[in-house]
């Protein structure tokens, strides 16, 4: 099994390989090992520097989250989804 670290990196490296350079902040907010063991649920926070104004934003405020599914085995990225931080 693959350490919380290996997957976070993972996710990382997935999520920087697709949005590249507009992407800053980026930060390991929560992760989290699935009742079976088989999946490692990763948050990664972020800013995307495509939708600044120009302006400094509030803390917190355009600031993104992503959950990635990592198998917990090999360090596959099985999907990335909007984390919805409202709940």
Known sequence: MITVK?????AVKYFTDIYGEKIRG???EEFELSDDEHY???T???FDESQSTGF???FG???GY??????ANDGTVKSMKMRDISE
């Open 26 to 28: 980026i930060a390991l």
């Open 40 to 42: 490692w649920y990763i």
């Open 66 to 71: 992503k959950i990635f599914e990592i198998d």
């Open 6 to 10: 290996e997957a976070a990196k993972a």
């Open 44 to 46: 990664i926070g972020y």
């Open 56 to 58: 400094l934003q509030p």
């Open 61 to 63: 405020q355009n600031r």
